[in-house]
T-cell receptor, first 114, second 114 residues
């Protein structure tokens, strides 16, 4: 079991639904990330939080809304998604966001939008 | 903008063979390079991290090298086993303004046949 835990592992949702992905890290890190992994594409960075503040938003549509209530928890709130948003969503954490950053990943949430 | 390329996209070898996976990057100003393993539908497991000041790192049957001047990294797997079958991803860390960013390749899908 990794130090980064994501729930749920699988999620199927309709385009009009609202759902949330949860990530929790037990590594004492102070930075957390959301990545999207689509088929045949490299991982795409979505959001970065450092010390509970959002420090990066990589032009992600507003139907994805992150929340970081504390340094151990990260959420991704989803609403009115499109079928092309179906992907594996990965959470990661690191100790800081500097040049010695080493990222640790969760197991991912496989999201299917129908 | 950093671009990371992994060749080959897929590789199939018989058990026991030594093999090399390749990773190239366009921006040599990386601070570190990480190799990850990803099993189907799962998250990323960190294998090795090479700092920019290092030339290689070893862990068990794995050896990763880094040549910044040529923009290349290799992952050497000795005496491959069927359990090594997975997708292997490399990622380079570069400065991205106030934060440092990991840029991923698309990965190499490795199959080790018994």
């Amino acid at each position: 079991e990794t130090g980064v835990t994501q729930t749920p592992r699988h999620l199927v949702m309709g385009m009009t639904n609202k759902k949330s992905l949860k990530c929790e890290q037990h590594l004492g890190h102070n930075a957390m990330y959301w990545y999207k992994q689509s088929a045949k594409k490299p991982l795409e960075l979505m959001f970065v939080y450092s010390l509970e503040e959002r420090v990066e938003n990589n032009s992600v549509p507003s139907r994805f809304s992150p929340e970081c209530p504390n340094s151990s928890h990260l959420f991704l709130h989803l609403h009115t998604l499109q079928p092309e948003d179906s992907a594996l969503y990965l959470c990661a954490s690191s100790q800081g966001t500097g040049k010695n950053t080493e990222a640790f990943f969760g197991q991912g949430t496989r999201l299917t939008v129908v | 903008k950093q671009e990371v390329t992994q060749i080959p996209a897929a590789l199939s070898v018989p058990e026991g063979e030594n093999l090399v996976l390749n990773c190239s990057f366009t921006d040599s100003a990386i601070y570190n390079l990480q190799w990850f393993r990803q099993d189907p539908g799962k998250g990323l497991t960190s294998l090795l991290l090479i700092q920019s000041s290092q030339r290689e790192q070893t862990s068990g049957r794995l050896n990763a090298s880094l040549d910044k001047s040529s923009g290349r990294s290799t992952l050497y797997i000795a005496a491959s086993q069927p359990g090594d079958s997975a997708t292997y991803l490399c990622a380079g860390l570069n400065s991205g303004g106030s934060n440092y960013k990991l840029t991923f390749g698309k990965g190499t899908l490795l199959t080790v046949n018994p």
